[in-house]
């Protein structure tokens, strides 16, 4: 047990901590350039230059299935796979976190998918009837909080917030560490 307990220790997820404050720093960062510079861009486009830094994950092997130029015909995901965190099987719809602001949106019974879920955004995981999480592996913060709540969580999908879409009809299975998509939303989709 206590060997277990040693290999468990030292594969804590520590990464949420850095991660906020390295998002506080570079927001900062483009605040003073943004003033120095006399342009006041803040909101949406500093929150996509921050997604597409390559922090602690390449966005070039990001599953992008949905890249087709053809409208009629897209290769979709149906199913993807990551780390069993917090067993149980739940259906619903997924609502994507992709920044602070979408957390007022999230209603009773959706699936919370995201980054990872910090310290700030577990007043909305007993509202959830799921977690996915891109980032991670048992003993993250937001497997503990789905697990204190009798969530199924699965973690470590890649790409997961690209793939799956606010809207589409997902089932989460914790057991496994498989989400099927089952009714993809044509909302929020590029042509």
Do not use: W
């Amino acid at each position: 047990m206590l060997d277990i307990g040693r290999a468990s220790y030292s594969m804590r997820d520590n990464d949420n901590i850095y991660m906020g404050r390295l998002k506080a720093r570079v927001l900062e960062a483009e605040e003073e350039a943004s003033r120095r510079s006399g342009t006041a861009e803040r909101g949406p486009a500093s929150a996509r230059h921050f997604d597409s830094l390559s922090i602690g994950a390449n966005r070039s092997q990001s599953p992008s299935l949905s890249d087709d130029t053809d409208p009629v015909f897209r290769l979709q995901a149906r199913q993807i796979t990551g780390q069993p965190a917090g067993p149980g099987i739940a259906t619903g719809n997924a609502r994507v976190i992709k920044t602070a602001s979408d957390l007022m949106n999230f209603k009773q019974g959706e699936v919370l998918v995201c980054d990872s879920i910090d310290p700030n955004m577990t007043f909305v995981v007993p509202l959830a009837s799921a977690v996915v999480e891109r980032r991670g592996g048992m003993l993250i913060h937001g497997a503990i909080i789905a697990r204190e709540y009798g969530l199924p969580c699965v973690t470590g999908i890649s790409g997961a917030a690209e793939v799956i879409h606010t809207g589409d009809r997902v089932t989460v299975d914790g057991y496994l560490g498989i989400v099927i998509i089952e009714n993809i939303t044509n909302a929020n989709r590029e042509c």
